[in-house]
């Protein structure tokens, strides 16, 4: 999602897949803004980094939990799979050395210097929160030690650096995998309903063993390479479904606009609510039929994760499918955005943390807190991207 190379050649391409990863990073930032209202909420002063979000409202609302669920089953992967369509291009263009060098310049770099400097006033006020301290020394000694170097969401930039380094290496083998290759997924495209099955497969196998063995919600990492223990074979597997789309001439084929799957869109927009709708009802029965002992909890877990599985993979589709059969003419507010969208994901945790906390003493309705943190980051964030383009380094790679 957040590779920022340009998407010129051909306009069509350029409108549906920037628009949909524009949405992905309203989607992110609003998924932010939620989450300090939600009901499950939780505030360690111990250690501020382990609670649910840097910051915590008294003020919450079930139906802000149902939307940072949807998000959640799928977004991520979605970006992944985005940020891996135009890796194959772009090795075929350049050498080994040059292609490092410029993943570098383009996502660790920020990552590192700047993301971390943004990741520093961001979490500020949880800081004050836990401890009533303002002391910006003890703070920043605070930060890198007891806290670790917390990443908010960077990790995602790091993460997809990753993965490009990895594929790298690779990439020769990848060519020569003939169900790999663009050429065999181009022709799944008059099959959407074994499409879906292979998605749903490939996901199960690289999610299940893992988040049955670990637990679903469980994050690890060393300083600010943060991860969710469960996600990341998920987050390489639909790379490597971009990359493998990407390898193929995929917009007139299996994604063109008069294809089968693509077709299917309402189909999988059905799906997409239909499945996460099941899979919310369904939960808290299998919750109550595993205490009560009328099932036992491996199965249980199963068809949890299958429900789960299921509801990720018909979004997906959902996104993929209504983007490309509708975002065929220029928008200038998503086009505007597009041009920002890699800028805004990487600043708008500070300005969703700091409206978050000013608010909180504030009586308000909390759909309306809500709408005031995403409104306000979103035009902050656009604000702040605005005038970091003016520098040419920045604009030149960001």
Not at 95 to 103: L, Q, T
Not at 202 to 214: D, H, K, N, R
Not at 320 to 341: I, Q
Request: hydrophobic share 50%; aromatic share 18%; proline share 4%.
């Amino acid at each position: 999602m957040l590779v920022t190379t340009s998407l010129s050649p051909t306009p069509e391409r350029s409108y549906w897949i920037d628009y949909l990863r524009s949405t992905l990073t309203l989607l992110v930032v609003a998924h932010h803004s939620a989450i300090a209202y939600a009901t499950f909420g939780w505030f360690s002063r111990e250690r501020y980094i382990e609670s649910t979000s840097p910051i915590v409202d008294l003020h919450n609302n079930i139906g802000l939990d149902i939307f940072i669920n949807f998000n959640d089953i799928f977004f991520m992967s979605l970006m992944f799979l985005i940020g891996g369509l135009f890796l194959p291009g772009s090795l075929k263009r350049k050498s080994r050395g040059k292609f490092i060098s410029d993943r570098t310049l383009r996502l660790f770099l920020p990552f590192i210097s700047f993301g971390t400097l943004l990741m520093l006033i961001a979490y500020f006020p949880s800081y004050y929160l836990a401890t009533g301290d303002t002391d910006p020394a003890k703070y920043i000694k605070d930060f890198f030690t007891h806290q670790g170097w917390p990443a908010g969401p960077t990790w995602f930039i790091w993460m997809l650096f990753a993965f490009n380094i990895i594929f790298l290496f690779v990439f020769p083998w990848f060519k020569r995998c003939r169900f790999l290759s663009g050429e065999y997924l181009e022709r799944m495209g008059g099959k959407p309903f074994l499409v879906f099955l292979i998605l749903l497969g490939i996901s199960w196998l690289l999610y299940v063993p893992i988040a049955y063995s670990v637990g679903a919600g469980t994050w690890k990492g060393l300083g600010p390479f943060d991860f969710q223990y469960c996600r990341p074979l998920l987050y390489l597997g639909y790379f490597l479904m971009g990359v493998a789309l990407g390898s193929g001439n995929f917009e007139r084929t299996i994604l063109a606009k008069d294809s089968i799957l693509v077709k299917r869109w309402r189909l999988w927009t059905i799906a997409c609510v239909v499945s996460f709708v099941v899979l919310t009802l369904v939960s808290p029965c299998l919750t109550s039929l595993v205490r009560n002992g009328s099932i036992r909890e491996l199965p249980a877990w199963m068809i949890y994760f299958t429900l789960y599985l299921c509801s990720c993979t018909a979004s997906i589709l959902a996104f993929v499918t209504v983007f490309r059969r509708f975002a065929t003419k220029h928008n200038s507010a998503m086009s505007f955005l597009s041009k920002y969208a890699f800028l805004v994901y990487l600043t708008h945790y500070v300005f969703v943390n700091w409206i978050q906390f000013l608010l909180l003493e504030i009586e308000l309705n909390v759909w309306i807190k809500f709408i005031l943190v995403f409104m306000g980051s979103v035009c902050c964030s656009v604000g702040a991207s605005y005038l970091l383009k003016r520098v040419p380094l920045i604009a030149r790679y960001w």
